[in-house]
């Protein structure tokens, strides 16, 4: 009689994959004239916009904001993201506007400006005076959706020094009354001047979050809504708002902040789940590094959250990408976001592309180049095959970052 076969326990299943957060995006965009003045006509191609599209007003009547849905992958976001951009422009040229995308309008002159009609954008005003007509930019931010506030708050921990870095890529904002400011992002010097515009301190749990923002509402702000940390609780929605970004000059460049915001999510939440243990950044070195990235963006040195020391600002890249392999191959996104950084790496950073332009443009060319670049003819390699291994472009010795 042959002996019975030895009984094997199978080997325990590695533990499940934390689910893909959603995210979505919101865009804001000048109004110009040809001639680069502001064109206070948001009213205007508000009422002529398709009805149901997410589309709203903002601080001045030459702003406007476009918004995707939920999103679950990047091809949608991507497309999203384009259809808005191309209804806002159409719905300005008929205004005799042009849509642009960039974090500052390049040819405005400080001092009151057509504003906004809201009870609450008044309410601001009347608690900041001045402020209002000098505090004038567009940024790009990324929802992504996290399970509860609990996971929110232990997120924000955990992304908080990755905030230099995406502020670094996104520079698209080198124009100020007219001239060149020398800044990648002078979007963030102006709008740095908010008092509550600032990192957000690091909080133990919901409770100590709460306490923070209404320390702050009472101090500095009105409500929760004008708590302009660069990533934050969202006041209105289950997410993690990133709100770091300069509005992208094109969709590629926003599509990029929002495949690394949601990957930043989907690690941190995997990661506090592991109890891994993370690096407390003070927010001196923090607020010193976002100085620098606005300045330089990634052509400077830059904070490496995980180490917690300044490395240059493209070694910087290259490992965060690394870092969030898993959660984009996870998601999908590897393919997408690999291209996106090099192609980033390639053409340079909005700031950049905009001092090209305006080098060998009068005002109404460099005007309407910028409208030509904001508005998209495609979404972009999403989906496009990638061949390589590790990010094409990016080396741990680079230091040439714009």
């Not at 642009?100 to 309410?123: C, K, L, N, V």
Request: charged share 20%; with cysteine; proline share 9%.
């Amino acid at each position: 009689m042959c002996p019975a076969a030895p009984r094997t326990t199978p080997p325990p299943a590695p533990p499940p994959a934390p689910p893909v957060p959603t995210v979505g995006v919101e865009e804001e965009f000048f109004l110009l004239h040809p001639d680069g003045s502001t064109a206070a006509v948001a009213p205007q191609v508000l009422g002529d916009l398709p009805v149901g599209r997410r589309f709203q007003a903002e601080w001045m009547q030459f702003q406007i904001e476009s918004a995707t849905g939920v999103c679950t992958d990047l091809g949608a976001l991507a497309a999203e993201m384009t259809a808005g951009r191309r209804a806002v422009a159409r719905a300005a040229a008929a205004r005799g506007a042009e849509m642009i995308s960039s974090g500052t309008a390049p040819f405005r002159s400080s001092g009151p400006g057509a504003h906004t009609e809201d009870d609450r954008y008044q309410r601001i005003r009347d608690r900041f005076p001045g402020l209002a007509d000098e505090v004038v930019a567009c940024g790009a931010h990324v929802h992504v959706g996290v399970p509860s506030r609990a996971t929110g708050v232990e997120t924000l921990n955990r992304v908080r020094g990755w905030l230099p870095l995406l502020l670094a890529l996104s520079g698209n904002s080198p124009m100020w009354d007219g001239g060149d400011s020398g800044w990648e992002s002078y979007r963030h010097k102006v709008f740095s001047r908010w008092p509550t515009a600032r990192v957000a301190p690091w909080c133990r749990d919901p409770d100590a979050y709460d306490a923070a923002l209404a320390e702050c509402i009472a101090a500095e702000a009105v409500d929760a809504g004008s708590v302009y940390w660069y990533a934050r609780l969202s006041p209105r929605f289950p997410t993690v708002e990133f709100r770091i970004a300069d509005t992208g000059l094109t969709v590629a460049d926003t599509l990029l902040q929002a495949a690394l915001c949601r990957a930043m999510v989907a690690t941190a939440i995997a990661e506090a789940a592991a109890h891994q243990p993370v690096v407390v950044v003070p927010e001196a070195v923090l607020e010193d590094s976002l100085v620098g990235a606005a300045r330089y963006g990634l052509g400077t040195l830059l904070v490496d959250p995980r180490t917690g020391v300044l490395a240059p600002g493209p070694a910087v890249l290259y490992r965060l990408v690394e870092h969030l392999r898993p959660a984009l191959l996870a998601a999908g996104d590897w393919t997408t976001v690999a291209q996106l950084v090099t192609q980033r790496r390639t053409q340079k950073s909005g700031s950049a592309r905009q001092r090209a332009l305006r080098k060998r443009l009068d005002h109404v060319g460099f005007v309407a180049a910028l409208a030509a670049a904001s508005v998209p003819g495609d979404p972009g390699p999403v989906g496009a095959a990638y061949a390589g291994g590790p990010v094409a472009g990016i080396g741990h010795d680079e230091e040439d970052g714009r």
